[in-house]
Structures are given as C-alpha cells and as structure tokens.
C-alpha cells in the first residue's frame, strides 16, 4: 500500500495536516490569546500538567519496554518516593533529584543492570 502512494498524494496529507495544526493552535493563540480568560477556565487550566503528568509517566513505571513489560521494583519505588517527596515538600526539584536517586540507588542495590 505504502508504494502505491504517490509523492505528490503524501505531501498534500503533509500539507493538510499542517494547515490543520495550525488552525487548531491558532484558535486558542490567535482568537483569544489577547483576551482575558474568565476566572473558573484560569482555575481549571492550573491542573493540566496534573492530569496530563501522571498519565505519561504510569506506563513507564508500570509496564516499562526496558524490561519487557514486567513491574521492576526499583521502578516503582523511585515512583513513590517522587510522589512523597513532591506531596510533603511541594518541591518540583526535590521531588525530581531524590526519585531520580531512588532509582539509582535501587538499581545498584538490587543489581537490576
């Protein structure tokens, strides 16, 4: 099927969907970039790294490719250190440096590599 496309036919589907990013982004950036959001819309954008976040990052923990699909402890404690770091302290950086030695730590620890 992929031979039997033209050069022509794939950069108009390159074309299209580029005029079609552009329009979506444009209509938040472009039409109401200038203006002022109405309080409860700047109330829920707050969350959207909170609802988008964990949704990234579950899978790599949960189900991670580097080891074929299997819970890896050292994974998953590095998770929840990040998580308990972040809840208690409110530190992003915090948070980040001592899940990221957790899972050092762990993989030396349990000899996983």
């Known amino acids: 099927m992929i031979n039997d496309m033209s050069a022509g036919y794939i950069w108009t589907i390159i074309i299209v969907l580029g005029v079609g990013t552009y329009l979506i982004r444009f209509s938040f950036l472009g039409l109401i970039g200038g203006k002022d959001l109405p309080e409860w819309v700047l109330r829920h954008l707050r969350y959207t790294a909170v609802a988008v976040l964990p949704g990234l ?22 998770a929840l250190v990040t998580f308990a770091v972040g809840l208690l302290t409110r530190n992003v950086v915090a948070a980040i440096t001592l899940g990221g030695a957790t899972l050092f730590g762990m993989i030396w620890l349990l000899g996983a590599y």
């Open 57 to 78: 990052v579950a899978p790599l923990v949960l189900w991670p490719a580097a080891n074929g699909g299997d819970v890896e402890p050292a994974r998953l404690c590095a």
